[in-house]
Every structure is written in structure tokens, then in C-alpha cells.
Antibody, heavy 122, light 107 residues
Framework: EVRLVETGGGLIQPGGSLTLSCAAS????????MTWVRQAPGKGPEWVSV???????YYADSVKGRFTISRDNFKNTLYLQMDSLRLEDTAVYYC????????????????WGQGTLVTVSS | DIQMTQSPSTLSASVGDRVTITCRAS??????LAWFQQKPGKAPKLLIC???SLQNGVPSRFSGSASGTEFTLTINSLQPDDFATYFC?????????FGQGTKVEIK
């Protein structure tokens, strides 16, 4: 059974930093495409970042240069380092997986964690 | 960026009704379109990928289709468990983008 458990959320002042963790079981973060998706209160989800199995990363423009996605293969854990936090970064942050099929197709976000709430406020 | 526009934003329906939700992409997504269901306080759940491929365990009353850049999620014979918010999402190109959601309410 696949399980993704996010931790590290909390209340942080604007300009501050926070690191989110996503501990995975039932799948390997190093051999999967892993992503972070966030959802602000009352809004639709927003894709934030992805890390491929080969280490390639992509970011949404809204977080580029401020957030860094990474992983620890031994701990089987995904991370999101968030710097220079803004009020608009307030959201529930979810760790998710993209399943890559041999035929070249993808299945997006087939597994989700329960999410961790980040509140940026003074 | 590819914009995804969903309609309606809210839909009132009764158990047994046939419900249709529409999602329009601002440009071609080549069929790389998914649908999610979300209930309050829970993570979204993937229902359909690649426009019309039902995920394992999703009831067959859910179906997806497309005509050009307009995509449709249909729920045949709405069940009590189906009252939720639904989102479309394109994964043709980064940044992957979601629609703003359609809330299906009890009439």
C-alpha cells in the first residue's frame, strides 16, 4: 500500500523559511516523478514543483527562485524548501506522484498525501 | 500558460440525475486532461486521465470525453457519494494547470 505523509507545515512570518517533508512508503521517491501541489483556502489546486527520477526539476513561476524540491533516497523522503515566504503562499501543501508508463504516457497525481498547512502571516 | 476554464462553478442536482461538467482549455492539450474529485478536508482523488481513461476502482457512471479543446465529465445516475467538487487539469505542458472547480450540490 502506498502512503505519503507530509510534515513541517505551520505558522510563519512573511519573509521566513520552512521545509516540508514527505515520507513515502510503498513506493520509491527516487524512481518516481514526485511533485508538490498546493491549495489555498477555497481555491483550486496549484501545481508547484516536480522532480524526475533523473533529478530534473521544474517549478511554477510563482515559486521559482524561492522554493527548492529535493529528495533523500535513503530516507525515501521528498522535501520542499521554501524561502522568502509570502502571504500568497498560504495553502495546504500536498505531496503527490506522477506515474510514468512505458509507452510514454503519464498518469498525473495518482497518489496524494493528507497535506500539511502552511500559513504565512504576521 | 494553458488556462483551464470550468463551467458551471456550482451545480445543483438530485440523486439519479445525469450531470455534465465542462472544461475548456485555452489551447490544445492533446488529450492530456485529467479529472479529480475532492471532498471537504480531503486531498483530491484522480478519477479520469488521458481524457477518458477511468482509474481503477472508479465507478463506471463516471465518463470523460472531448471535442477539440472542450472536455466533458459526465456522471450518470448521480449517487449520494458523488456530491463533491470536481476539477479538471491539463498535463500537456508546464506549468500544469487546474480548472477553478465545479461544486456539485444536493438540490
Amino acid at each position: 500500500e502506498v502512503r505519503l505523509v507530509e510534515t513541517g507545515g505551520g505558522l510563519i512570518q512573511p519573509g521566513g523559511s520552512l521545509t516540508l517533508s514527505c515520507a513515502a512508503s510503498g513506493l520509491s521517491v527516487s524512481s518516481n516523478y514526485m511533485t508538490w501541489v498546493r491549495q489555498a483556502p477555497g481555491k483550486g489546486p496549484e501545481w508547484v514543483s516536480v522532480i524526475y527520477s533523473d533529478g530534473t526539476t521544474y517549478y511554477a513561476d510563482s515559486v521559482k527562485g524561492r522554493f527548492t524540491i529535493s529528495r533523500d533516497n535513503f530516507k525515501n523522503t521528498l522535501y520542499l524548501q521554501m524561502d522568502s515566504l509570502r502571504l500568497e503562499d498560504t495553502a495546504v501543501y500536498y505531496c503527490t506522484r506522477i506515474f510514468t508508463m512505458g509507452s510514454g504516457g503519464w498518469i498525473p497525481f495518482d497518489y496524494w498525501g493528507q497535506g500539511t498547512l502552511v500559513t504565512v502571516s504576521s | 500558460d494553458i488556462q483551464m476554464t470550468q463551467s458551471p462553478s456550482t451545480l445543483s442536482a438530485s440523486v439519479g440525475d445525469r450531470v455534465t461538467i465542462t472544461c475548456r482549455a485555452s489551447q490544445s492539450v492533446s488529450g492530456w486532461l485529467a479529472w479529480f474529485q475532492q471532498k471537504p478536508g480531503k486531498a483530491p482523488k484522480l478519477l479520469i486521465c488521458k481524457t477518458s481513461s477511468l482509474q481503477n476502482g472508479v465507478p463506471s457512471r463516471f465518463s470523460g470525453s472531448a471535442s477539440g479543446t472542450e472536455f466533458t465529465l459526465t456522471i450518470n445516475s448521480l449517487q449520494p457519494d458523488d456530491f463533491a467538487t470536481y476539477f479538471c487539469q491539463q498535463y500537456k505542458s508546464y506549468p500544469w494547470t487546474f480548472g477553478q472547480g465545479t461544486k456539485v450540490e444536493i438540490k
